[in-house]
């Protein structure tokens, strides 16, 4: 089943549709030890925006600085911006939705690579990182969320390096998200190109 050939609407009719989705993005960001994120910038990444309140914030935000705010990096009890690829129908179950559908659109920038915590090669770059870098300032020791948890305790709690400066020095602009389903994870506001915002029903 070749990916740009799959009907998403469609599939979510189908019981296998979530399986496909956790299949297809796992193999999407696997293909090779180094996956840079914007060669599927065409397929697309989508995040559902919770609340017309914080549609209209985020897209003012962008609109008016045309970047990222670290703070949505920060904002939610996981670290980063989770978001479903292929279709902005990815982004919610049936069970769940409501309309209309609030989508964020986001594109990468060239040259940065997503992280998987799973792959041994990758661990091996962050231990030979953790050798060089003995003393870190670490922003994300105070980016913290409403709920006044740092960053860096919830990347820890998760599994992932916890230092934002590690990310950058290996361009890892996001991670995979590994939850009910995979994710692609924004961890880097600085490896986004560009945010469309748009609503479907």
């Not at 993005?25 to 990444?45: F, H, I, P, R």
């Not at 897209?59 to 670290?79: A, D, Y």
């Not at 964020?104 to 050798?131: M, P, T």
């Not at 305790?153 to 992932?160: A, F, K, S, T």
Request: aromatic fraction near 14%; charge should be neutral.
């Amino acid at each position: 089943m070749v990916i740009d050939s799959i009907n998403w609407p469609r599939l979510k009719k189908n019981i296998k549709w979530r399986g496909i989705l956790r299949e297809k993005t796992l193999d999407a960001l696997t293909v090779s030890n180094k996956v840079e994120l914007s060669q599927y910038n065409g397929l697309g990444y989508f995040h559902k925006v919770p609340n017309t309140e914080d549609f209209e914030r985020m897209r003012l935000q962008w609109e008016n600085t045309k970047r990222v705010p670290q703070e949505w990096i920060s904002k939610g009890h996981f670290p980063g911006i989770w978001l479903a690829m292929f279709s902005p129908h990815n982004t919610y179950s049936v069970i769940s939705c409501t309309s209309p559908i609030l989508i964020a659109r986001f594109y990468f920038k060239e040259g940065y690579y997503v992280f998987d915590r799973e792959n041994l090669s990758h661990n091996k770059i962050f231990q030979k990182w953790l050798e060089r870098n003995v003393v870190i300032d670490n922003p994300w020791d105070i980016l913290a969320n409403s709920y006044v948890e740092s960053l860096r305790d919830r990347m820890e709690l998760h599994g992932y390096p916890p230092f934002k400066k590690f990310f950058e020095d290996n361009h890892f602009g996001a991670l995979i998200g590994y939850s009910d389903y995979i994710a692609t994870v924004i961890i880097l506001e600085e490896s986004i190109d560009r945010v469309e915002f748009s609503t479907i029903k």
